[in-house]
């Protein structure tokens, strides 16, 4: 009997299948077509301190194996979310859920954590550190160590539940962030966020996107995500949750081996309303395929080759 | 909601670059008109939202304009290939509402969702006028359809070469109790400015999902912002705040 269970920050997960935040809403649509007691956990939409209509649109545009998205982080804000959207997700998924909460000043993280840590139903809080800071003219907290380490310290000074940090990939170096967040006393990392990119529409020679630019997931991405996971895995001492153009039960299995603890699935989950279903029906098989007993015991289980410079 | 695989039946053009798509297949989640289809296509990542034509008995009918890569894929695909489809988007238009004498206002290729909405509105008693715009001759598809269903049927192009020269809303007739319409954002904006009886608009935006998941195609309404996809593709007409 395959063992799909790892242990993330504590808690246990019956399988490593996460769907990710922004891609999996409130798990509401998807509990209508499927038992989504399943997965492991989900991340649910972006929370913000107060509610945003996010972008104009257009917001969505295809590219080659991906797409790019500029929502903006719309959601109903934490108040909303914890008065509607939390009892109603009690219907229908009883695990602990992922949390994952946006700010655009220290603040607002620390605000917005400090509801939803007195919340029984999460688990765990993901603190998307890829927003502008608007104390900050603007910079994205995750792309200056110095910056994402105060949100982190701020959020962990009051909250008891584990905090994960989502990375944005778009810096020079993401193992110095990973290290500035593992020292604030983050209790895990994910990663990566969306890549920032952009289309132009060549009749009307127009960015596709409203906001001109926008985040590229889906498969284009995985390489980049895989890199990236294993550099951070191997720099620090606490969880990694690998996510970027996951699809299937190979690609989840690639990023346990490049160092991810559990695996976050996202845009596919937007082509194909199963994806994640059919992931963790997949795994039992692929671990057969590649000799796997224990799922948790390839975290990391890639051995690089010597390097000769 | 469900995915579902369709075979083609057919696969033929209207116009130079509009075409209709017969497939076979269970249609049962198309419970409304004005509900929509996501077409998963081979080579491109993001499925196609397309409006559904007719639904009935097994057979759906697909009316689609090619505009790009992936609609010209499709126009490609032969009799017997088969289709996944995620079926029963949206909420479509609500008969309900329609009064004794509703009017379907259609623009190029918005006018494909009025013909199953014009059969369910026949099928209730209504009278029914159709009012279906283009840009030219060439480009006049389903008139005969909308006539043979039992609608009065008003043909408008913008060049004058068939039927009222201009748009539909240069052929209103006086008497509609309610509208349902769909077509280019100019158009529906000329509609909602032009009329003074209530109604319905189904719009329409780049979509990621087409289930209400990514949130990627929000429109403005009184109540917030809504997901086209999920809370439309129809909002009535005292649901928008469009600045004339």
Not at chain 1, 17 to 31: D, K
Not at chain 1, 112 to 127: F, K, M, N, V
Not at chain 1, 239 to 261: K, R
Request: negative net charge; glycine residues 10%.
């Amino acid at each position: 009997m395959a063992d799909l269970s790892v242990e993330l920050c504590g808690i246990k997960l019956d399988n490593p299948v996460i769907p990710a935040s922004g891609t999996f809403g409130f798990g509401a649509e998807f509990a209508e077509l499927y038992d989504i007691n399943v997965l492991g956990t989900f991340s649910f939409k972006g929370t913000t301190r107060q509610p945003r209509f996010g972008n104009p649109t257009p917001r969505i545009a295809e590219c080659p194996a991906g797409m790019l998205n500029s929502v903006g982080l719309q959601n109903p804000g934490v108040e909303h979310v914890i008065a509607e959207e939390l009892p109603r997700m009690k219907t229908y998924f009883c695990k602990p859920v992922m949390a994952n909460v946006s700010g655009f000043s220290v603040e607002d993280y620390a605000y917005t954590c400090a509801l939803l840590d007195a919340q029984d139903q999460i688990g765990w809080i993901e603190l998307n550190v890829s927003c502008p800071n608007v104390h900050g003219g603007g910079m994205s907290f995750g792309t200056d160590p110095e910056a994402a380490a105060g949100v982190v310290r701020a959020v962990k000074a009051i909250t008891k539940k584990p905090i994960i940090v989502k990375l944005s990939p778009n810096v020079t170096d993401i193992v110095a962030v990973a290290l500035a967040c593992e020292k604030a006393g983050a209790d895990g990392i994910s990663l990566i966020n969306t890549l920032l990119g952009m289309r132009i529409d060549l009749k009307t020679r127009r960015p596709v996107l409203a906001n001109n630019t926008g985040g590229l997931s889906g498969p284009a991405v995985f390489p980049v995500a895989l890199r990236m996971v294993w550099q951070v895995a191997h720099a620090v001492d606490i969880p990694v949750v690998g996510m970027g153009g996951v699809s299937s039960a190979d690609d989840m299995i690639e990023m346990m081996l490049a160092g991810a603890t559990a695996v976050e699935v996202g845009a596919a989950n937007l082509v194909d309303p199963y994806a994640c279903r059919d992931i963790i029906n997949e795994l039992p098989e692929t671990m057969r395929k590649y000799k796997i007993e224990k799922l948790s015991d390839i975290i990391k289980g890639a051995n690089s080759w010597e390097k000769t410079l | 909601m469900r995915d579902i695989t369709f075979e083609i039946s057919e696969n033929v053009p209207l116009t130079a670059n509009v075409r209709r798509m017969r497939l076979y297949g269970d249609t049962a989640d198309i419970t409304r008109a004005g509900q929509f289809v996501n077409v998963r296509l081979d080579g491109f990542y993001l499925r196609r939202p397309i409006s559904v034509c007719d639904a009935e008995n097994g057979v759906l009918t697909l009316i689609y304009k090619c505009v790009g890569a992936g609609t010209e894929r499709m126009s490609r695909m032969r009799t017997g290939e088969r289709l996944n489809v995620l079926t029963g988007l949206g909420n479509g238009y609500d008969i309900s509402l329609s009064g004794r004498r509703p009017l379907l206002l259609g623009g190029g290729v918005g006018v494909p969702p009025l013909y199953l909405l014009a059969k369910k509105l026949l099928a209730e008693g209504k009278d029914v006028s159709a009012v279906i715009g283009f840009n030219t001759a060439a480009e006049v598809f389903y008139e005969k359809e909308f006539a043979s269903l039992g609608c009065s049927v008003t043909v408008t192009t913008a060049d004058g070469s068939y039927g009222t020269k201009g748009f539909v809303t240069d052929a209103l007739p006086e008497d509609a109790t309610y509208f349902y319409a769909c077509g280019p954002m100019p158009m529906l904006k000329a509609v909602y400015a032009k009329t003074d009886i209530s109604g319905e608009f189904s719009l329409e935006e780049r979509m990621g999902c087409g289930f209400g998941v990514c949130v990627g195609c929000t429109c403005k309404t009184v109540t917030g912002g809504k997901r086209i996809c999920k809370d439309g593709p129809v909002f009535k007409k005292e649901e928008l705040e469009w600045q004339i």
